[in-house]
């Protein structure tokens, strides 16, 4: 899943397994959101657990469905 820092503009991507760890977390502290460092200017990125459900498959442990 690729996600753009809204201050510089920079792309970067995350990889399914840390998508899939970091929806394990959300989950048990009920989190709507998840938050990125972007690797160029080290601003916050907001990043929807509902948008990172639709990138990990179904059948990786903390997808939740």
């Known amino acids: ?6 201050r510089c503009g920079w792309s970067l991507n995350l990889g399914r397994e840390w998508m899939a ?3 394990q ?8 959101y998840c938050q990125v460092e972007c690797g160029k200017c080290r601003h916050n990125i907001k990043v929807p657990i509902k948008q990172m459900r639709r ?11």
């Open 1 to 6: 899943m690729q996600v753009r820092c809204q």
């Open 21 to 23: 760890a970091s929806l």
């Open 25 to 32: 977390e959300a989950d048990e502290k009920k989190l709507k």
């Open 55 to 65: 990138f990990v498959p179904r059948s990786t442990p903390g997808s939740g469905r």
